[in-house]
Structures are given as C-alpha cells and as structure tokens.
C-alpha cells in the first residue's frame, strides 16, 4: 500500500532524513555526512519513487542553502540520485549484507562522479590523463571518510526505522 502525504510513516520516514540533514550542519570531519545513507533510505522504505527522490533531495538543499552552495553542486546531486537509483535494486532484497554492499557501492560511485566533477568542471587540475589522476590521487585520503560516514548513516537511519517498526508499529502503519 502506498503512503500518503502526512501518513504515520510519511512523517517518520520524512523526519528521520531531515535529522539525517540537518547532522550536516554540526561539526564532523570532512565528508562524513549522511547523503548516501539518506538516499538509500529514502530509495528502500518510501513505495513512491517521487517521495524516495523528493524528501531527501529537499532535506539535502535546504541543509545546502545553510551550509552554502558550491560550485560541485551538480555531480553531488547526480550522485545523489544514481545512489536513490542503487537504492531501488536493494528495496525487495533488504539484508545487512545487501544495504552495506550498497552502502559501499555508493560510497565509490560518490568518489568517481565528484572527483571526475572536480577535474572536469574546476581549475585545479590540467585538462588531460595527468590531471585527471592528480584529482582522483588527492581525494583518496578523503574517501575513508566517506565510506565510514556512509556506512554510519545507512545503519543509523535503517537501523532506527526497523527498531521504530518492531516496537511502534502503529507509528509506521500505512492505512
């Protein structure tokens, strides 16, 4: 059954992300955030794609709009969205294994899209193979942070929603 707007589940779902978004505006080291861990969720327990796209791209530019926009903007959001694309192929197959095997693809197809966006779209690096690998070289040592942050924040948000389902069942039936 699909939710609907103001639903029980809606507003638990819909609250989760936004406390998952607004994480991003308390100091944390850099690129531990919960983007692919929103997207994910999003993508697995909304049963309307628009929700899985809407609510956490939305949750994400308001904490943008706070945080400041930026110039890689663009491949954040693509990658936002190819991971709610991830998500999808997980939603009939939910397991530990499964969302942190997702969690982890994310994580990678993260680094590939915005690192190539940074060398394609910015200045600091020569426009050939050289720099191209200077780019991708430079942001490993970001990437652990990533892939823990995600890590992080998939179990986190998956984590919570399954306890709130056991436990207060009522708070996420849908009518």
């Known amino acids: 059954m699909k939710e ?18 607004i994480s991003r505006l308390i100091p944390h080291p850099l690129n531990f ?3 692919t861990g929103m ?7 909304f049963d309307e794609k628009k929700f899985a796209f809407a ?4 949750a994400m530019f308001l ?25 999808f192929l997980i939603k009939n197959k939910k397991s530990v294994g499964t969302v942190a095997l ?6 990678i197809l993260f680094f590939v899209i915005t690192n190539f966006g940074m060398w394609a779209l910015g ?13 991708y070289t430079a942001a490993i040592p ?14 986190l948000l998956f984590g919570v929603y399954e306890v709130v389902k056991v436990k207060l069942p009522q708070t996420v039936k849908v009518r």
């Open 4 to 21: 609907k707007i103001f639903s029980n589940k809606f507003l638990v779902l819909t609250g989760l992300i936004l406390l998952a978004a």
């Open 33 to 35: 955030a919960p983007i």
């Open 39 to 45: 997207a994910l969720f999003a993508a697995v327990y």
């Open 55 to 58: 609510v956490p791209i939305l």
């Open 63 to 87: 904490s943008d709009l706070i945080i400041g926009l930026h110039s890689q903007m663009v491949t954040v959001y693509l990658s936002f969205v190819l991971i709610v694309g991830i998500g």
């Open 102 to 107: 997702a969690s982890v693809s994310s994580s």
């Open 123 to 135: 200045t600091m690096y020569a426009k050939d193979i050289t720099g191209l690998l200077l780019c």
């Open 142 to 155: 970001f990437f652990q942070n990533t892939l823990l942050g995600d890590l992080f924040y998939t179990g």
